[in-house]
């Protein structure tokens, strides 16, 4: 990624995981993910899910940044927005390149 | 992107110098490069700082959760990695665990590092309420959807 990581560090990861740690707000980022942004009717109809559970979902995702809205006549758009997944997955990438360099040094420390 | 990640080497040393370089504090240290002032004990705060250079002001804190010899060793931290400016206190700690495992010439090293999708405090209750399958499956659900 060409982010700077002083932007990626800033990010707190964690209320975007708890945000995708829901089986129906994952479906609802699988589903918006193509780019295209839908209203609370489309996705309430697409889902089977009340128009109330929608719009709690959606507000949840939008907390965390993963979604924004955009009013459009009488009813708010959908849309999904990629830069919280792609900074908590180089999040985790930092994390496990901080492992690497930790294992290597406990393998010289061991086998020395 | 999954909210834990895993890390497994292989060690040409048997597994009880392995344990040692993991459980004793000042070997631990070596290789961790971290000072620590005294020895890990289960369900005690193991303080210290850094002496990787360059982070010597970032402090150490982890709560030890379990030593089983030769086995397991695990506690929970704020991983400092990623930002040592940052305060960390008011988030989720992860919990980092080390598997030993003897092998042929010497010891697995199974490292796992879990817990990053750990709910914030004040917001617990309004996830529970919404969330009707529990973290398990949550877990597996965005590891699957990632791996996709």
Known sequence: MSRPSATVAKRDPVPVFAALGDTNRLMLVLTLRDGQSRSISRLTSDFRMSRQAITKHLHVLEQAGIVRSRRVGRENHFSYVPEPIEDVRSYLDRVCEEWDDALSRLKSFVED | ?148
């Open chain 2, 1 to 148: 992107m999954k909210d834990s990640i895993e890390k497994s080497i292989e060690l040409k040393a048997p597994v009880e110098r392995v344990w040692h370089a993991l459980t004793d504090h000042r070997q631990f240290g070596e290789w961790f490069r971290v000072k620590l002032d005294g020895p890990f004990e289960v369900g005690e705060v193991s303080r210290g700082h850094i002496t990787y250079p360059g982070y010597e002001h970032v402090q150490w804190e982890a709560r030890i959760q379990a030593m089983e010899p030769e086995r397991l060793f695990s506690f929970t931290w704020h991983p400092y990695a990623v930002d040592p400016d940052r305060d960390y206190v008011d988030e989720p700690p992860t919990l980092v665990e080390f598997r030993l495992e003897p092998i042929s010439g010497g010891t697995r090293l199974v490292i796992t590092e879990s817990g990053f999708s750990r709910i914030p405090e004040g917001r617990r209750m309004e996830a529970l309420r919404m969330n009707e399958s529990g973290w398990e499956e949550q877990t597996s659900n965005i590891q699957a959807y990632v791996e996709a």
